[in-house]
């Protein structure tokens, strides 16, 4: 369950089913939550059945490609080179695959915005009886998540941070909660980041030259978290790849494998960083949000919910082939219903916005 709350505490909204937060409620499927750790742990029990192992402490350094060998290859700092028929560069918003796939790195802007962000056993929050009180489960056992708002954050931090930092940046916020103070005090020093939020231009190519490096996640697209997507999308991408793969194994190999891969996300990707950077906009134009916090709600569409990317990739890899070899005409359907996909940057996107100028996001997102 969720609420939403103003950022004196008080509750606006719910507690409430997360389908509320869709732009169709009453038909939404059904959200569930998951914890990440068990997340984690269920796909390193995948990796274990079908006999692949992980080296850890390993970083990337560079990436190579031989067009004529047919392999390519990672290389990691003390020195050490892998090779494979395929490289999947999944190492986030700062790949080492840069050089490789787009021949130089891709710059990052501050969009001039920090988040403060802390994970830590629930037990150590809950002894605080303030905390305890406000977070206690409902009578059905389940517990609530609480969405706060106040959007003036204008700020840009270092890295890790201590508590008393955040309390001090708390105590100059008009109205500020006791009970956020609360829940503040009861983290553990060295858990708690400071994440500068920085944004990138959509980049529609993934692939190495000769389709053999294929990058992933938000080494392809960085999200911001305002789209609430960027997880979600790497882990599309990762469906959507094996899929292509296993499409490649019985024709046409693996470099047509990740260019039709590549084909078949950008623009839905794109459509979902252009979505966030709009809701970023909302969530901080002006910070009061106790007229109309509906409007401030990141309302997520049925193509968002309900796309099947293993599917999807099955069922159109013939033609995004067929388009890729001969120029036939392809058209993606995993974006919103009847959207002419534009490239677009953030920049001109925000001062499209402002001009009432048409941009990507006109239209049916819903
Ligand atoms: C504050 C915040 C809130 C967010 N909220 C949401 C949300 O609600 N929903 C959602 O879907 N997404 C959300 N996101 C986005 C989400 O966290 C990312 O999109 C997602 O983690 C991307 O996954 P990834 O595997 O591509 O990259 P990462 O999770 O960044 O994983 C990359 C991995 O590669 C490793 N690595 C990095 N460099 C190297 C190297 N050179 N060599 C070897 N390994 C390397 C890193 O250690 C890391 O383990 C949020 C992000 C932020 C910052």
């Known amino acids: 369950m969720v609420t939403y709350c103003k950022h004196t505490g008080e509750r606006l909204m719910g507690p409430m089913e997360f389908s509320a937060l869709t ?5 939404a499927p059904k959200i569930y939550r998951h914890s990440r750790p068990k997340f984690h742990a269920m796909l390193l029990d995948q990796l274990a059945e079908v006999g692949l192992s992980v080296e850890y402490g390993k970083e990337a350094v560079d990436f ?3 067009v004529e060998t047919g392999r390519a290859g990672v290389v990691v700092r003390d020195g050490s080179r892998y090779d494979a028929d395929l490289v999947v560069a999944a190492d986030g918003v700062r790949t080492r695959s840069w050089n490789l796939v787009a021949g130089k790195e891709v710059p990052a802007v501050s969009s001039g915005d920090a988040i403060f962000r802390a994970a830590y056993p629930v037990e150590l929050a809950l002894i ?6 406000r ?14 708002d106040f959007g003036t954050a204008q700020e840009s931090w270092g890295n890790r941070v201590h508590p008393e930092e955040v309390l001090k940046y ?3 916020i008009d109205g500020w909660s006791d009970i956020g103070d609360c829940v503040i005090k009861t983290i553990p020093s060295s858990s708690l980041v400071d994440w500068k939020v920085m ?18 996640g938000d080494a392809a697209h960085t999200f911001l978290p305002s789209s609430g997507n960027g997880a979600t999308q790497a882990i599309e991408d990762a469906v959507s790849l094996a899929a292509c793969i296993s499409m490649g194994r019985i024709r046409e190999g693996v470099p047509n494998a990740t260019r039709v891969h590549n084909l078949l996300r ?6 979902l960083q252009a979505f966030g950077v709009v809701n970023r906009k909302k969530a901080n134009s002006g910070g009061q949000t106790d007229d109309k916090p509906k409007d401030k709600l990141v309302r997520v569409g049925r193509w968002i919910l309900e796309h099947d990317p293993e599917l999807y990739a099955l069922e159109n890899y013939a033609g995004a082939t067929a388009h890729l070899a001969h120029g036939t005409p392809f058209q993606n359907t ?6 002419v996909y534009m490239p677009w940057t953030i920049q001109g996107l925000l001062e499209a916005q402002e001009k009432g100028e048409a941009t990507i996001l006109d239209g049916d997102w819903d």
């Open 64 to 66: 190579f490609e031989g």
């Open 199 to 216: 944004w990138r231009d959509p980049q529609p190519q993934w692939t190495s030259p000769g389709g053999r490096v294929c990058q992933l």
């Open 23 to 27: 732009s169709d409620p009453e038909n």
């Open 170 to 172: 708390t105590a100059t």
């Open 135 to 148: 977070f206690k489960l409902l009578e059905d056992g389940r517990s609530v998540i609480e969405l706060w």
């Open 128 to 133: 605080d009886p303030v905390v305890m009180e």
């Open 266 to 271: 950008f623009e839905r990707v794109s459509c």
């Open 334 to 339: 995993n974006t919103p219903k009847g959207l």
